[in-house]
């Protein structure tokens, strides 16, 4: 089989999948790319927007953490672990409430914001330069809408670190994904 009709019979593979399958994938393939970009940062699985929510959220507590990026508190424990052990975060109790745990990132971290901010606009710039404007507006919205709706109906969270949440800096509400 040629390459051209093996592209041609995988397009048409695509075109039979549900939306559901479908988005599983795309988040599968931006997920890859974006993690491929991270980890030559020093950065594994998730970590990115762990980091993304701290520098806008420095000393959050942990649970508060997990429940930001959408997954479990089990989950987000292991990977400040690494993080901690990489030195990017530093984790202390809380002065008032030794039950709480908070999460403080590094001068190491905050080096690296600027190098990370790059990589997330690259891929931003990446995912924008498929569609027109009119295009990147839908797509925003659809996507906020399923967004909403599953973290209004409790999801599972995902074990691996799926995140998906808004960055608040300067009136930037783009989205932020990783998977």
Same mark, same amino acid.
């Given at each position: ?80 672990? @690494?993080? *901690?052990?990489? +030195?990017?975060?530093?984790? =202390?109790? #809380? ?70 949440? @808004?960055? *608040?800096?300067? +009136?930037?509400?783009?989205? =932020?994904? #990783?998977?």
């Amino acid at each position: 089989m040629s390459p051209q009709a093996g592209k041609q019979q995988s397009q048409r593979g695509h075109r039979e999948l549900t939306v559901g399958q479908l988005l599983a994938q795309v988040c599968r393939l931006t997920g890859h790319h974006l993690r491929t970009h991270m980890e030559k940062l020093g950065l594994h699985r998730g970590q990115g927007f762990a980091l993304v929510h701290l520098w806008h959220h420095d000393g959050v507590p942990q649970r508060d953490l997990a429940e930001a990026m959408h997954i479990r508190p089990a989950s987000v424990t292991n990977m400040l672990q @690494r993080m *901690e052990r990489d +030195g990017w975060i530093e984790r =202390k109790r #809380d002065d008032e409430d030794q039950r709480v745990v908070r999460v403080f990132i590094t001068s190491k971290a905050k080096g690296l914001r600027d190098k990370a901010q790059t990589v997330f606009a690259q891929m931003e710039d990446e995912l924008n330069a498929v569609y027109t404007k009119e295009e990147q507006k839908t797509l925003r919205a659809l996507l906020l809408k399923l967004h909403d709706h599953f973290a209004d109906a409790g999801a599972p969270r995902d074990p691996h670190g799926a995140v998906f949440f @808004r960055e *608040e800096k300067r +009136g930037d509400t783009r989205g =932020k994904a #990783d998977r």
